[in-house]
């Protein structure tokens, strides 16, 4: 789970951002260039009406951030001692020969080419799972698609055992040979388990159902969260004082809301570090950073809620060597044998990146070691709208384009009681509670109503639907 040579991973979401821009703004300008011709040529008002048309088509189908083409293949190599032999689709039944023995902890993933129809290039075309009796799934993939993907059939084991797995399309067709990769890991469930959230919810957002149902678990938060803080402004709050609230608020979530499942406060722990600024401590690990907007370089105000003591408590200083210092404190009184953090080759987010290097270092030379890592990511390069599709479905594996990664699948599943409890978690934390801007509840309308689209009751964030899903997926590395 080393970050890749080259370009890092934070410039090439810069620089898919920048091309998007770019393209947005030539395309812009041949429309107006286009509308002004037929205004001369036909009628003034035109113009009028056809951009207004074209503003509704824009929000309705072409306002996703999808930076590649739908129909391009995505280009994992999972390892070849996983694949399953003899798995052909024999009509709408997927149909095994030589079957593994499966005990239903398994990650299983199938790779369909998915066509889609005419139909699915304006309403988000679909896969099907259909098992015995209640057993039911889908999986949503980008409008247009007409390449390789990878389905997450975990849980589906003991229909593949019965021979009575059956997917269908829908807006889409799923001819073509597919194949099926099974990984019988450990169950991670059965371990103790520390979770790297960069801010406040990350943990929740990518690992609630595991940690959840772990035999013990930490929740370890390493930034209070508190830039971007409009909201509290809202309230009368000069900026510096509403980052500071912000701050203060977020880090009270992650010590609290782990207890609704059932994580006493004694193992979650907020560092206090400040948003954005891990990539500049990691340049100039003994200077401090401070805070971008609270005024603060003191991070022992987001540290109050904190049941333990820790080397950073002593000056309050936000450096990297205190940060390293912090982590191999916990990383020594936890001792985990599952480490559970983002994946800095698929999450570009700055913060996540340096979320990775920085336990990566800490555990350099430390005398105890976790057995496995599980990476996640809760952002993407080239997707913003992954995982596709509504809420409590499943989570089919994200794009990725780079055929040398070495990635191995692990997912587990989530029962709707456990996918409910996870919602009522982010209801809880309060960065995921503000209203959704005009702008984008104007899109949603116009999406629901002419593409389809639906959104979850349980809150406008648009996390409520990417992480309240059958499934969580990480990337295991074992050490």
Request: net charge neutral.
């Amino acid at each position: 789970m080393q970050p890749r040579t080259g370009i890092s991973t934070l410039s090439r979401k810069q620089e898919l951002l920048r091309r998007h821009r770019r393209n947005k703004r030539v395309a812009l300008l041949v429309a107006l260039a286009i509308l002004l011709l037929v205004g001369i040529l036909v009628a003034w008002w035109l113009p009028l009406v056809l951009a207004l048309l074209g503003w509704i088509a824009h929000e309705a189908w072409f306002s996703d951030h999808l930076f590649y083409s739908p129909s391009d293949d995505y280009q994992y190599q999972l390892p070849e001692k996983n694949e399953v032999a003899g798995v052909r689709l024999n009509g709408d039944r997927l149909v095994v020969d030589q079957l593994p023995v499966l005990t239903g902890t398994e990650t299983l993933i199938l790779a369909l080419p998915v066509n889609s129809s005419w139909l699915g290039r304006f309403l988000d075309p679909a896969v099907e799972l259909i098992g015995s009796g209640a057993l039911h799934d889908i999986q949503t993939f980008e409008r247009g698609v007409n390449g390789l993907r990878f389905l997450n059939l975990t849980g589906f084991g003991t229909a593949l055992n019965a021979g009575a797995l059956r997917i269908r399309g829908r807006r889409c067709s799923v001819q073509g040979q597919p194949r099926l990769w099974s990984f019988a890991h450990a169950d991670a469930r059965r371990e103790r388990v520390m979770v790297i959230a960069p801010h406040a919810d990350d943990a929740e957002l990518a690992a609630f159902g595991l940690y959840s149902q772990a035999d013990e678990s930490w929740i370890v938060t390493l930034t209070a969260g508190e830039i971007e803080a409009e909201h509290y402004q809202q309230m009368g709050m000069a900026p510096a004082e509403a980052a500071r609230v912000k701050g203060r608020l977020r880090a009270w979530d992650s010590i609290t809301v782990p207890r609704w499942a059932g994580v006493p406060e004694s193992r979650c722990v907020q560092l206090g570090y400040f948003c954005l600024q891990l990539p500049a401590m990691q340049a100039a690990p003994d200077q401090p950073i401070a805070s971008r907007e609270a005024d603060l370089s003191d991070t022992r105000l987001f540290r109050q809620f904190n049941s333990l003591t820790l080397p950073g408590d002593a000056d309050g200083a936000p450096t990297w060597n205190n940060l390293i210092a912090d982590l191999r404190a916990l990383l020594l009184a936890a001792r985990p044998n599952v480490l559970v953090m983002p994946h800095a080759t698929i999450d570009p987010h700055p913060d996540h990146v340096c979320s990775q290097a920085a336990v990566l270092e800490a555990l350099q030379g430390l005398a105890w070691q976790p057995s496995v890592i599980l990476g996640y990511a809760n952002h993407l390069h080239d997707n913003d709208r992954w995982p596709m599709g509504d809420v409590y479905s499943g989570v089919a594996l994200p794009p990725v384009f780079d055929a040398g990664q070495e990635l191995v699948p692990y997912s587990i599943e989530l029962d709707l009681e456990r996918q409910r409890d996870k919602a009522m978690a982010l209801g809880m934390m309060h960065d995921l509670q503000p209203p959704a801007p005009f702008k984008r509840r104007i899109r949603r309308w116009l999406q629901k109503r002419l593409a389809g689209r639906r959104w979850p009751a349980e809150g406008e964030n648009e996390f409520f639907r990417k992480a309240v899903r059958r499934h969580e997926l990480f990337w295991r590395k074992e050490l």
